[in-house]
């Protein structure tokens, strides 16, 4: 996702009247990826296009919809290459401040809660969700400062692992 900025879809989502914030959105789309590893590029194209259909009104604006498509395409890419951990959080980038890129991540962490479902897994996934449903319902404004900017990396970290933990372990049962 290295050309992929967070800044690029608020402003598409802004223009096409997306209610929801970029992060949310790409974790609602990464937890769908998770519930639905098709084993098949065409098999999971369609079933995409599927789901995005039901999600925004793609008729709109194409433009936001072969965005949306390169972000599905590099997310699936970076969960697929597990052993590499290259997994990204689409994030504001690190001039932003402390609270904002939090916000994201707990938006994120909302919507890939949103996009699993209600779905039974096993114990080591159901603490791992739980400790994310934390994360999605911080509800605390955070403050500028190096001991803050470090809990945040941390989650981060926590946070992409625990994804590609998900992404893998549920593979594996299908």
Known sequence: MQNIQYSDFQDAFLVSGVALAPAEFHGLMTGFMCMNPESTERERERVYSDWLSGVINTSTDKELVD????????????????????????????????????????????????????????DEIAEVLADLERIASLREEVGESEENESDLFELVEFVRVSVLFIFSENGRER
């Open 67 to 122: 965005r949306l498509e390169r972000l599905f395409k590099a997310t699936l890419v970076e969960l697929e290459e597990f052993s590499d951990f290259q997994f990204r959080i689409l994030m504001p980038d690190d001039e932003a401040s402390v609270d904002d890129r939090s916000q994201a991540l707990k938006s994120f962490c909302a919507g890939f809660l949103g996009g699993l479902g209600s779905s039974h897994f096993g």
